[in-house]
Structure formats: structure tokens, C-alpha cells
């Protein structure tokens, strides 16, 4: 079996892209942040088995802005604290207050979106 440094980069490759696996893996608060927000369940399962949930709860309450879709936020609130909202959704910029409109949320296709569809939102 890998050794635990072994396991966190190669956790830290799989949940960040564009940093040193070396950067993501010492920070542990950044590695679980990205890990639950853009984690398989395998990756999932690998950070469970590496962390305690006392660091997964530390974590979340730290969580950066922008980093999670509102759908993971709840779940993790849920998983972690027993509220889905448990603490509020951290947005890059409080002070605008705007959603994508429900129209476009509400949007059911099976074909991929394109810019025509996204531009119709905010014309450039």
C-alpha cells in the first residue's frame, strides 16, 4: 500500500489541475475543499480514509468563495453538520446578489449549451 505522502498527491492530482500536487497535498484545507467540490467518489473515499471529519469540518467552515456549486455546498452541510444550511453559500461578490436567471436554470436540454444560449443572458 502507498505511503500516506504517495496517496495525498495523487488525491491532490486528481481534485486540482493547476497547482503543484506538492502545493495542494500541504494544504490540507485546500485539498479538502477541492476534493469535495470537484472529487469522484473515489477521490471522496481516499480523503475519508485519509482525514478526520473534524478536518472536513474545518475545511467547509473555511471554504473559499466560488469554489462549490450550491448543490455540493448543501450536501456537505448535510453530510457534515446535519443541515444542508447549516452555514451560508460563500459568493465571490455579496454585494451584486445575482443568479442565473431561472429560465436558464430551469433549461432542460440534451444537446450541450452553446454561446448563443449563454448570450442571450448577457449580450456582449
Do not use: C
Not at 480523503?47 to 469554489?67: C, I, M, N, R, T
Not at 450536501?75 to 446578489?97: D, F, K
Amino acid at each position: 500500500m502507498p505511503d500516506r505522502h504517495s496517496r495525498l498527491l495523487r488525491l491532490s492530482r486528481n481534485v486540482n489541475w493547476y497547482e503543484p500536487p506538492e502545493t495542494v497535498a500541504a494544504d490540507t484545507r485546500k485539498l479538502l475543499n477541492e476534493a469535495m467540490a470537484r472529487g469522484t467518489n473515489e477521490d471522496i473515499e481516499e480523503a475519508w480514509a485519509l482525514f478526520s471529519k473534524d478536518e472536513f469540518v474545518d475545511a467547509y467552515q473555511h471554504a473559499p468563495s466560488g469554489l462549490f456549486s450550491r448543490r455540493h455546498w448543501a450536501y456537505w452541510g448535510l453530510t457534515l453538520l446535519g443541515n444542508p444550511e447549516a452555514l451560508p453559500y460563500p459568493v465571490r461578490y455579496p454585494e451584486v446578489e445575482w443568479e442565473w436567471p431561472a429560465s436558464f436554470q430551469d433549461k432542460q436540454s440534451s444537446k450541450p449549451a452553446t454561446a448563443d444560449d449563454i448570450n442571450w443572458i448577457a449580450p456582449v
